[in-house]
């Protein structure tokens, strides 16, 4: 092939590859999906549910007057008719809000009194079968038909004179009296729910920026704020990040390595081929990613960036060997280090095979990204690349420093030798004082102004804990809820006994079919004749309808029981629906939780079957514990793999060893730094490591083969690699993700020390054939 | 999605029935009325302009209630103070001691007997605040503000005038609320009468205002309330 037929053939396909990325692949930034992920099927759902169900299409939205100011109810009236205007909004309530509680009582709940009015239907009937407590029930029915509520209860008391119905809102109506007082004045809570998923960014950003172009437009003489808490504002703010992140990071890195090439090889020709190559290999590792993934993550792209600084390692090596030599001598110089190419591929591969398979939800998608990127790379530069450096002979400009370090190396190598050693054996004690991060919320503290915000808000409704609460399976809703019903008993003790404050499961609101007909059954069986004649004795007394109130007849009349798909299909439903998941294999019901000894909760619900004390901090823990165990047993599996593969090759462990040193040490001496520092280490700074080794350990075997049998070119060449990688991982310091800030310390500071590691351990040979 | 604020203000059926809301209208009637001059000749907005009121005024009553689940009509007394320009009360003293008072947009309810006591913002959007809102208007002599949600006709005969409101768009399963005021021609308002959309009926029959720039009894009990 001519070089002009390559050059063509390239121009021609590169940019409809890019172009067929741009435009056909997803991107998808969710955090939680690339991290997270549940033990149990219960946790999977629920992470599911927090990612794209009704849990993560709540906002929370709080309106602060200010001190000893009132939000004007005038305000409220106007922003909320305009809030509800927004395209994709689905509900709006106020958080005290009882209008749709009370026109469910007489529309719903009424004609389901003999079925809901108690969880202890014995103790309940006792309680209100006697004469003293009818005669108190029938004043209390006049009461209410004389207050401001009279026109809800008119329509209970027709179908329900014994107000059977409010009995199970008794404890419901203090709530709400709680969060009344709380309402009156300074702040005005909201919930507002959107159609579309939390993760759906682009929609809730627009949502977002409406919410706050109409609270602006209205309070322009008035001293209000907004807050806003959800799901959807944690994932547009960790979009933001990211996507300013990836932008950041791509400019700086591109800027850095355009500079580094031109001070490196001095030609534009070359940097075009290079950059041509690099777009080349990120178009296919995208479009690889999306073919098997159906998206790609950006946290792929902001990691995989660093993809650069491998990726490019081959056509370099190339360059620095090619462009000495006459042009139709280049083909062959590359044939020649190619084998060494090859293996330092392999092992790279390695080091990304292991992390894919590692556990880690996110990393199986790097992991096809890098090997696509690095595959295509090493397989352009072996057999398109040669045909693309068509200039003149050029020599690499060399690093002085690079010269310099070389030979000191050579001429006190016993000595710098020793120095490792006993560097690497402090190191190896120093170990014991690494100190491992157990909270995985530390893996973000970017988001902690969110957290607190989200706290703050949280406070000011009635006080639930929103990250721990118990967690309620069933392979039905019916057989989720007769778990939980089961289980207020216990949490009714627990509150005697102060170990928690209060708990919000979903009684009143539907019990199950079970309970329900139990209820209506011992209310049939308890009613009398006798109660009956006390009852309308009772009404004559309070001067009430006996002809319109006295018949308690009716509660013995059979009536279809209410079920849970009736109730998400009332008014009352965005009350309960962050509540109840229901899908086809199985049911969650969420019990929250007020303030509580979680120690307490433990043990109470220990060995209880279908019932789970969930909290977010300590799945989140447990997760961080397992991520490093994981990363500990992938990172040794990977050095292991690399070092059976080294072995193979040389025939000889030794030799394997002396390749694999180089890395190998420069991350016990970053262990031994981060120890003595006391900086926490997570399994991010293991998943660095393992990219730093797999990349140093090319740099071994590039050292040891000196496969053009000039050590000085081959020590340049690899110096050239470094450098880029080194720049591009180092670009990452400057992203808001913490994360990305961690894989950047970590292999840059690898790479460097395995680069300079090399010429003391391994002893430069002449070139030899394996 | 777009709610007009009256609107926001009808929710389903206005239901004038509350107690704490219907007593706040006839608070407002009677103390607005009692300036109503020559209504024989007059029309609805020039008597409406008189409602508004310049001193405080304090109306005893007696309020009737006749509604389908009582087995006979229920009676309570007490008595209505409205000072202006935001401030009126009403104290309920037979059968039980009950005090209701809105004070600017503060909404104070308190039953003694029962140990009840509720103060909230006086919320436009709440259904059971309807009237309160309505009669605020009143207050400021707005008629055109009403007419967005009653059609109001007046009547005059020798013996009488007759003020006749009737709720605009009701609720297609029943009638809308109906209040008629009356009172003697060229004399304040002697009687109210709400007609319910279920039919129940509430009427208030009052005595002559006392007018006053001062009652003591309405700053204690507002005092009261607002220190509880």
Not at chain 1, 644 to 665: G, Q
Not at chain 1, 714 to 727: K, P
Not at chain 2, 128 to 146: E, P, V
């Amino acid at each position: 092939m001519r070089p002009s037929f390559a050059s063509l053939f390239f121009i021609i396909i590169l940019p409809l590859l890019i172009g067929l990325a741009f435009f056909t692949v997803q991107f998808k930034t969710d955090m939680s999906a690339f991290l997270i992920t549940g033990e149990n099927a219960e946790e999977i759902l629920l992470a599911s549910e927090i990612q794209s169900g009704t849990l993560s299409r709540r906002y929370i939205l709080s309106i602060d007057a200010g001190q000893n100011q009132v939000v004007a109810p005038r305000f409220i009236e106007t922003w909320l008719a305009k809030i509800k205007t927004i395209p994709e909004v689905n509900s709006l309530w106020r958080a005290n809000e009882q209008k749709n509680t009370l026109k469910s009582l007489s529309t719903l709940y009424t004609k389901h009194a003999t079925q809901l009015y108690s969880r202890e239907p014995e103790k309940t009937l006792a309680q209100i079968f006697t004469q003293s407590a009818l005669s108190q029930r029938a004043e209390a029915l006049k009461q209410a038909l004389l207050s401001p509520q009279a026109s809800v209860i008119k329509k209970i008391a027709v179908q329900d004179p014994l107000l059977l119905s409010l009995n199970g809102f008794k404890s419901f109506a203090d709530q709400f009296k709680k969060t009344a007082l709380q309402q009156t004045g300074q702040y005005a809570n909201f919930i507002l729910v959107t159609d579309p998923s939390g993760m759906d960014i682009e929609k809730q950003r627009i949502i977002q920026a409406e919410i706050k172009r109409y609270f602006s437009e209205n309070t322009k003489n008035l001293a209000y704020t907004l807050e806003m808490t959800g799901v959807p504002i944690f994932a547009a703010a960790t979009q933001t990040m990211i996507q300013t992140d990836i932008q950041q990071v791509s400019l700086l890195s591109t800027i850095a390595l355009i500079l580094l090439f031109l001070v490196l090889f001095r030609s534009f020709k070359v940097l075009f081929w290079v950059s041509s190559l690099l777009l080349f290999v990120i178009s296919v590792a995208l479009l690889t990613t999306q073919l098997i993934f159906g998206s790609v993550h950006g946290m792929t792209i902001a990691i995989g960036s660093t993809l650069i600084g491998i990726c490019i390692d081959y056509p370099i090596h190339a360059i620095v060997h090619a462009q000495g030599s006459e042009p139709q001598h280049r083909l062959q110089s590359i044939k020649t280090i190619f084998p060494s190419l090859a293996m330092g591929a392999l092992t790279t591969l390695i080091g990304y095979i292991a992390l894919g398979i590692s556990g880690y939800p996110g990393f199986q998608q790097v992991a096809i990204y890098a090997s696509t990127g690095i595959i295509s790379s090493l397989l352009l530069t072996r057999y398109l690349f040669p045909y693309l450096i068509t200039g003149k002979v050029k020599k690499v400009n060399t690093f002085k420093f690079i010269i310099i370090w070389s030979k000191f190396c050579q001429s006190f190598r016993p000595y710098l030798v020793a120095v490792v050693i006993l560097l690497s054996a402090f190191s190896v004690i120093k170990l014991d004082n690494l100190q491992w991060m157990q909270d995985l919320q530390q893996l973000t503290p970017e988001l902690d102004y969110l957290k607190l915000n989200d706290k703050k808000i949280r406070e000011r409704l009635v006080s639930m804990e929103p990250g721990r609460f118990i967690l309620v399976s069933g392979k039905t809703p019916e057989l989720a809820l007769q778990y939980s019903e089961q289980l207020y008993p216990l949490l009714e003790h627990l509150k005697q006994s102060k170990a928690l404050d209060d708990y919000f499961g979903l009684y009143p609101w539907i019990l199950s079919q079970q309970q329900q007909q139990k209820n209506q059954a011992f209310l049939a069986k308890s009613l009398t004749a006798e109660h009956q004649i006390h009852w309308q004795a009772a009404l004559k007394q309070q001067k009430l309808s006996v002809k319109r109130l006295g018949d308690l007849d009716r509660y013995s009349h059979s009536v279809k029981t209410l079920t849970p798909q009736e109730i998400l299909s009332s008014p009352i439903a965005p009350l309960i629906n962050n509540q109840l998941i229901i899908n086809a294999q199985q049911t969650l019901l969420i019990i929250w939780l007020g303030k509580h000894n979680p120690e307490a909760l433990k043990l109470a619900l220990k060995d209880r079957e279908h019932i789970q004390y969930f909290s977010q901090r300590d799945l989140l823990n447990r997760m961080a514990i397992d991520y490093q165990n994981q990363a500990e047993i992938t990172l040794l599996s990977g050095l292991a793999l690399i070092l059976c593969l080294l072995s193979w090759r040389y025939k000889s462990i030794l030799l394997a060893i002396k390749t694999l040193s180089p890395a190998v040490i420069s991350a016990l001496l970053i262990l031994a730094l981060w120890a003595s520092t006391g900086e926490a280490i997570s399994f991010l700074h293991l998943v660095g490591f393992l990219l730093a080794v797999a990349i140093c350990v090319d740099y071994g075997i590039f050292y040891q083969e000196n496969r053009s049998g000039n050590i000085s070119l081959t020590y340049q060449a690899m110096a050239a690699s470094m450098l880029t990688s080194a720049l591009v991982f180092g670009c990452l310091l400057i992203a808001q993700t913490s994360t990305l800030q961690t894989l950047a310390k970590v292999v840059t500071l690898g790479i460097i020390l395995g680069f300079l590691l090399c010429p003391i351990l391994i002893k430069p040979r002449p070139f030899i054939k394996p | 999605m777009a709610k007009p604020f009256g609107l926001m203000c009808k929710k389903a059926n206005f239901p004038m029935y509350s107690k704490k809301f219907r007593s706040i209208l006839l608070t407002t009637l009677a103390m607005i009325l009692y300036s109503i001059q020559l209504i024989a000749s007059d029309t609805v907005e020039s008597v409406i302009a008189r409602m508004k009121t310049q001193t405080a005024t304090k109306i005893a009553y007696t309020e009737t209630r006749d509604m389908g689940l009582f087995s006979d009509t229920w009676q309570a007394t007490g008595v209505l103070y409205a000072q202006p320009p935001n401030i009126m009360l009403k104290q309920q003293q037979q059968p039980t001691v009950e005090i209701m008072a809105i004070e600017a947009d503060q909404l104070y309810y308190h039953k003694p007997a029962t140990d009840t006591f509720h103060q909230m913002q006086f919320d436009e959007n709440n259904e059971m605040m309807a009237s309160i809102i309505i009669f605020k208007g009143l207050m400021t002599g707005d008629s055109h503000y009403l007419r967005q949600f009653y059609t109001l006709s007046i009547k005059n005969s020798a013996q009488n005038w007759s003020l006749l409101m009737e709720e605009k768009n009701p609720d297609s399963e029943q009638q809308g609320l109906k209040i008629i005021i009356q009172g003697m021609p060229e004399q304040a308002a002697h009687s109210i009468s709400i007609t319910l959309p279920d039919g129940d009926e509430e009427s208030y029959a009052l005595s002559p205002p006392e007018h006053n720039p001062y009652f003591k009894q309405l700053n204690s009990l507002l005092n009261a309330l607002k220190s509880h």
